[in-house]
Nanobody, 122 residues
């Protein structure tokens, strides 16, 4: 089992930055692929970014490329999502997830956090 707790969400203006953190506890964190997903009101949850255990692999959804950066610190059992140049359409609940294989498919992520709200005003 892996427990995940997100933090760092908030209310910001368009163009601002936020850094989300996801602290993991339980089984060895470093072996997992970590991902960030988001769910906007009235929409399905969607993939945002993923990073492999070796940190050399990362994938982003097209809408955040060049603005968001996923990173991880295995010594701290923490994964981050640095979000720059935020837009109102980035408003959503952001979820951290852990999976056993490198993937962007949320069905293949085994463990999920409770989510943190990000609201971007125009």
């Amino acid at each position: 089992q892996v427990q995940l707790v997100e933090s760092g969400g908030g209310l910001v203006h368009a163009g601002a930055s936020l850094r989300l953190s996801c602290a993991a506890s339980g089984r060895t964190f470093s072996i997992y692929t970590m991902g960030w997903f988001r769910q906007a009101p009235g929409r399905e949850r969607e993939f945002v970014a993923a990073i492999g255990w070796s940190v050399t692999m990362s994938t982003y959804t097209d809408s955040v490329k060049g603005r968001f950066t996923i990173s991880r610190d295995n010594a701290k059992n923490t994964v981050y999502l640095q979000m720059n140049s935020l837009k109102p359409e980035d408003t959503a609940v952001y979820y951290c997830a852990a999976g056993n294989r490198y993937t962007t498919a949320q069905a293949l992520f085994n463990f999920w956090g409770q989510g943190t709200q990000v609201t971007v005003s125009s």
